[in-house]
T-cell receptor
Framework: DAGVTQSPTHLIKTRGQQVTLRCSPK?????VSWYQQALGQGPQFIFQ???????QRGNFPDRFSGHQFPNYSSELNVNALLLGDSALYLC?????????????FGPGTRLTVL | AQSVTQLDSHVSVSEGTPVLLRCNYS??????LFWYVQHPNKGLQLLLK??????LVKGINGFEAEFKKSETSFHLTKPSAHMSDAAEYFC????????????????FGRGTQLTVWP
């Protein structure tokens, strides 16, 4: 049973560039959430996708956008990168319904903005 | 609104001694509470989850947590620490909507770094 996978593992970009991060949910899951974890902090919720629609959104600017595909995989896009966007980006999957708040996390993508 | 406060940023114990990681929460409704562990350069692993079925929750690797509504606490314990327990631990509360419906968003504490000395 494959868990949550994310790609790439590491990424280095420069200010102003755009980046796309990818996530495949755990088998059987239909909901994907994205979190940003800055160094020394707990993860912060970015947004959640279900049925290819953004279901909830945290306090992140519009530069952060996402997408969910029919196979439930998801992308996180960040435009006009800032130095402060450097962080570990975590994807979590869950099954909508009674246990939807039980989220399983991937290993993350480490983004460095220079 | 939901929030979590982890009372210790760092905890150090000797191998074989008990572990106590403290967490207080704030929630408008009856919450779901979690503990996650993060080893260096790894993702988050679910240790245990409280959902009101029982106040003492047993998790993986010998960890357990007790939900105390009167104290709004959800402390994580383990009777005997092992070197492999050294990691960052996060206390988490889930978001609730009107009427207590689950929304799925998680709120994380700032984390407690556990060091285990040989």
């Amino acid at each position: 049973d494959a868990g949550v996978t994310q790609s790439p593992t590491h990424l280095i970009k420069t200010r102003g560039q755009q980046v796309t991060l990818r996530c495949s949910p755990k088998s059987g899951h239909d909901t994907v959430s994205w979190y940003q974890q800055a160094l020394g902090q707990g993860p912060q919720f970015i947004f959640q996708y279900y049925e290819e629609e953004e279901r909830q959104r945290g306090n992140f600017p519009d530069r952060f956008s996402g997408h969910q595909f029919p196979n439930y995989s998801s992308e996180l896009n960040v435009n006009a990168l800032l130095l402060g966007d450097s962080a570990l980006y975590l994807c979590a999957s869950s099954l909508l319904g009674e246990s939807e708040d039980t989220q399983y996390f991937g290993p993350g993508t480490r983004l460095t903005v220079l | 609104a939901q929030s979590v406060t982890q009372l210790d940023s760092h905890v150090s114990v000797s191998e074989g001694t008990p572990v106590l990681l403290r967490c207080n929460y704030s929630s408008s409704y009856s919450p779901s509470l979690f503990w996650y562990v993060q080893h260096p350069n790894k993702g988050l692993q679910l240790l245990l989850k409280y959902t009101s079925a029982a106040t003492l929750v047993k998790g993986i690797n010998g960890f357990e947590a007790e939900f105390k509504k009167s104290e709004t606490s959800f402390h994580l314990t383990k009777p005997s620490a092992h070197m492999s327990d050294a990691a960052e631990y996060f206390c988490v509360v889930s978001d609730r909507g009107y009427g207590g419906s689950t929304l799925g968003r998680l709120y994380f504490g700032r984390g407690t770094q556990l060091t285990v000395w040989p």
